[in-house]
């Protein structure tokens, strides 16, 4: 009994000690000199979905490319099919480039790759009731994802 209430009381000391550490954390940085504190990279903005896919898709997976870029799934339910396109996070001079879409069953796969300043794609396929692989690629890295985002198997194609 004695050892649970002295861990219970190192652990109170412990929590009080944190809470007090991080409530002074603020104020000794704000009286550390501008020049001697470091200063973190700053971040590179993250692609977002461009619309290029058409009316009436949503995005509905996506996938980081490094820090590169960003690579999205979208679908639309009218018509039932996919579309993936490649977006870069700071557009600049062309580099290498793709957007790719498939299914196992029977093997299909839509892909647009070349050199793109901005976007790869958007590539488009009738994927009802099917799971599919998609992939994008910037100056090879590679991100996507296997056999996902499997529509309904009882629906038509």
């Known amino acids: 009994m004695n050892n649970i209430r002295r861990a219970a009381a190192i652990g109170a000391a412990v929590i009080a000690t944190a809470c007090a550490a991080a409530a002074l954390a603020p104020a000794a940085v704000a009286a550390e000199p501008a020049a001697q504190r470091a200063t ?3 971040k590179a903005a993250a692609a977002q979905y461009n619309g290029v896919c058409g009316s009436g898709y949503a995005v509905v997976n996506s996938a980081q490319i490094g820090t590169k870029g960003t690579v999205f ?5 009218a018509t039932g099919k996919n ?3 490649t977006v870069r996070n700071k557009p600049g001079r062309a580099v290498h480039m793709t ?8 093997t299909t796969t839509v892909t647009d790759t070349g050199y793109f300043t901005t976007y ?7 994927a009802r009731g099917l799971c599919v692989t998609w992939r994008g690629e910037i100056s090879g890295e590679v991100a996507g994802k296997n056999g996902t985002n499997c ?3 009882a629906a038509n194609r």
């Open 73 to 77: 799934l979208t679908y639309n339910s």
């Open 151 to 153: 529509g309904s198997l």
């Open 83 to 85: 579309c993936v396109v």
């Open 99 to 106: 957007a790719s879409l498939g299914f196992a069953s029977p």
């Open 120 to 126: 790869a794609g958007p590539v488009h396929l009738d």
């Open 40 to 42: 973190a990279a700053p």
